[in-house]
């Protein structure tokens, strides 16, 4: 199968994830990036207040990805404020004639991201393959692999 990895980081707990599962399916890894600063505390707050209220960014996919090429998209992001990184749900407004071929991985530090994926899905992302890896799942490996076994 064609497949590609994107992933967004504040941390580096995305990139990690990303790297394990593209790693164990054997696909190409991105980075994605957007037109905000998020370091230090102000950038916190901002990330908290974007997310919460589904203000879009400009996202940019390095190396390029078109969604398009590939058989497969999984994205991998943080839960920031009860949601996807702004950079997460605005790559997917943009993308959401390619909705049927994403895989959606989130990571949060505590919260239910369940919760999260229902909330993207009033946002009419209804995404096909969704894991979730919340801070009390102590097994992120066994999900990295769940994950990458749809990449196959």
Same mark, same amino acid.
């Given at each position: 199968?064609? #497949?590609?990895? +994107? ?16 790693? %164990?399916?054997? #696909?190409?890894?991105? %980075? ?5 600063? &998020?370091? !230090? ?7 908290? $207040? $974007?997310?919460?209220? $589904? ?10 990805? @078109?969604?398009?090429? $590939?058989?497969? *998209? ?5 839960? &920031? ?6 950079? *997460? ?9 390619? =909705? %049927?071929?994403? #895989? =959606? ?8 991201? @369940?919760?999260?994926?229902?909330? +993207?899905?009033?946002?009419? &992302? ?5 894991? !979730? ?16 076994? *749809? +990449?196959?």
């Amino acid at each position: 199968m064609n #497949c590609r990895v +994107l992933y967004f980081t504040r941390s580096g707990n995305s990139k990690r994830i990303a790297e394990k599962i593209a790693g %164990q399916a054997g #696909c190409e890894i991105s %980075q994605i990036t957007d037109d905000k600063n &998020w370091k !230090g505390f102000f950038g916190f707050m901002r990330g908290g $207040y $974007y997310a919460s209220r $589904y203000k879009m960014t400009n996202p940019l996919v390095t190396p390029k990805a @078109d969604f398009s090429e $590939y058989d497969r *998209v999984l994205i991998v992001g943080p839960v &920031w404020a009860g949601n996807a990184a702004p950079a *997460v749900y605005s790559l997917l407004e943009r993308e959401k004639a390619n =909705l %049927q071929k994403v #895989c =959606l991985v989130l990571s949060s530090g505590g919260g239910d991201t @369940d919760a999260v994926f229902r909330r +993207l899905e009033t946002k009419t &992302w209804v995404i096909p393959f969704k894991f !979730g890896i919340p801070g009390n799942k102590a097994d992120e490996d066994a999900v990295a692999a769940e994950a990458a076994g *749809v +990449l196959r």
